[in-house]
């Protein structure tokens, strides 16, 4: 079997030409070099130097197993720092779940920065709803989501990455689009409005029963995404709730409106004008090097988003 210290000394001589100055150079003598040139060639099953007292000089096979003992010392050294750098969270494959209007406000920033920062680190994506992406990190298929509470924080670890207000979507052509003013849960009195699926997107949807608790809207659909109840209100099928990144999405037809929250949110913990949050989110358990330098990224870009 050929050792690394075989192909390193082998190396030494071929370079030198001398046994005394290779053994110098390995700080070693030249006795044990000798043996380690002939375990080589042994186990090579060919000569690969010629000496004497004189000289040594490489055989063909010396000189063709130099250029791949080369590579070979290469690739032995890349993979080393390879290692290092995983293990120091550098470098490495991180799996990031993302939803479709977390994408608009943290994603394009959060990527261009850890381009900058960690550019070894290779982002895998993966548009999931949050449900998703809890089930993902579950079963190992994910590193860290870009998700919206809540989440079983027996299994996952959370911090908030963003805060923006909940808005009204409007169409264009309808008289609540007209009004200068914040709209108020009563100016959706009897109006249709677009709703969230109270399982596929439960964060949504608890909002929506929240702010027109005390109102009497008529729910007629409920979908699954944002931009979906947004293209249904620029087909004029009815209003929305959306988060304010959304207006980012430039659906056409449609109008962003303001919302009056009255006596604000009744949850304590969270901010009445800023009522949406995202959250990033790992599994509590194993976290690798990479996971805590990519989330240490999540936090900066978090605090000028």
Sequence with gaps: MITLDQVRSFVAVAEELHFGRAAERLQMTQPPLSRQIQKLERAIGAQLLVRDNRRVELTGAGTAFLDEAYRLLTLVEGAGDLARRVDAGAAGVLRLGFTAVSAISILGPLLRRLTAE???VE?????RVTNAQVDGIRRGELDIGLARPPFDTTLLASRVVLREPLMAVVPDAHPLAALDRPL?????EGEAVIGYHPQQSRYFHEMVVRFLANAHPRIEQRVHQVLTAM??????RGLALAPASAASLHVEGVVHKALDHGGGDTRLDVDPERPVELHAIWARTNVSPVVRRVLDVVERVASTA
Excluded at 123 to 127: D, I, K, M, P, R
Excluded at 184 to 188: I, S
């Design 118 to 120: 960690l550019p070894d």
């Design 123 to 127: 982002v895998q994506l993966s548009e």
């Design 184 to 188: 108020t849960p009563q100016d959706f």
């Design 231 to 236: 293209l249904l209100v620029s087909a004029e």
